[in-house]
């Protein structure tokens, strides 16, 4: 799910930004932000623990690999994307919505590589 999810931000939703008015655009992402949490947060909340409960019962290589893409995901999320959400919530600007589709890549291959993972390690 998460990963067809993000494919849909990346060449949908992100790059739909640019063509909203200037003057609901910040009304427009607390509307988004608060939308789509409702979908992305339960869903990675999820797919934490059970890379967090495969690791800890199975102790393979593959379950610590897929553990580390998570927290990877995880961590840019916080560290890049939030935060370049929360500089969108001040008004349009076509630099930083390219910024937040630039950094959004990392995840969506993180996610497309966690996907490849799990199919080609089954």
Same mark, same amino acid.
């Given at each position: 799910? &998460?990963? @067809?999810? *993000?494919?849909?931000?990346? =060449?949908? #939703?992100?790059? $739909?930004f640019s063509y909203y008015?200037?003057?609901?655009?910040?009304?427009?992402?607390?509307?988004?932000?608060?939308?789509?949490?409702?979908?992305?947060?339960?869903?990675?909340?999820?797919?934490?623990?059970?890379a967090v409960m495969e690791?800890?019962? &199975?102790? @393979?290589? *593959?379950?610590?690999?897929? =553990?580390? #893409?998570?927290? $990877?995901?995880?961590?840019?999320?916080?560290?890049?994307?939030?935060p370049q959400h929360q500089?969108?919530?001040?008004?349009?600007?076509?630099?930083?919505?390219?910024?937040?589709?630039?950094?959004?890549?990392?995840?969506?291959?993180?996610?497309?590589?966690?996907?490849?993972?799990?199919?080609?390690?089954?």
């Amino acid at each position: 799910m &998460l990963v @067809t999810l *993000i494919w849909l931000v990346q =060449l949908l #939703i992100y790059p $739909s930004f640019s063509y909203y008015d200037p003057q609901i655009f910040g009304t427009a992402m607390v509307s988004h932000q608060g939308r789509i949490s409702w979908v992305v947060i339960p869903l990675m909340l999820t797919e934490l623990a059970l890379a967090v409960m495969e690791a800890w019962t &199975l102790r @393979t290589s *593959i379950s610590f690999i897929l =553990l580390g #893409i998570v927290l $990877s995901i995880w961590l840019t999320t916080f560290l890049l994307q939030v935060p370049q959400h929360q500089k969108l919530l001040q008004g349009k600007d076509e630099r930083k919505i390219q910024n937040l589709i630039r950094g959004n890549w990392i995840r969506t291959i993180l996610w497309t590589g966690k996907f490849l993972t799990l199919l080609l390690g089954q």
